[in-house]
């Protein structure tokens, strides 16, 4: 079980970073925004834009799933640990760690959604 939890934390935190240095690419402006921007139209989202948030959105749902399967790993395993203290307590801690997880997803997503839409 360490090693399931050593390794969600990896991926937890490797997820975190790329969506969070992410944005740091994006401080450019798109060319075609520029002129349009100045001539007073309006700027839709380029090919950059639509693409950045293509992959930010299927890693969100990747670290969503994963924290969702380990939350649902935990409950089975809290379900059948037949009494025994050390398998309540590891599948308690699964458990937590989970919802840790998806709160830290949720977070960020909304943190990286508020500095994207805020740099475009």
């Known amino acids: 079980m360490k090693l399931l939890k050593k390794n969600l934390l990896a991926i937890a935190v490797a997820a975190q970073v790329a969506i969070l240095a992410s944005p740091l690419a994006a ?17 839709t989202k380029g090919k950059f834009e639509e693409a950045l948030a293509n992959i930010l959105n299927s890693v969100f749902f990747l670290v969503g799933a994963l924290a969702v399967i380990a939350l649902l790993i935990g409950a089975v395993r809290y379900v059948t640990s037949t009494g025994d ?35 475009f």
């Not at 308690?92 to 994207?116: C, M, R």
């Open 27 to 43: 401080f450019a402006d798109s060319p075609a925004c520029t002129g349009a921007t100045a001539a007073g139209a309006t700027c």
């Open 85 to 119: 203290q050390q398998r309540i307590q590891q599948a308690k801690n699964t458990i937590v760690y989970a919802i840790t997880g998806l709160v830290i997803a949720l977070l960020a997503q909304q943190i990286v959604g508020f500095v994207i839409g805020s740099l």
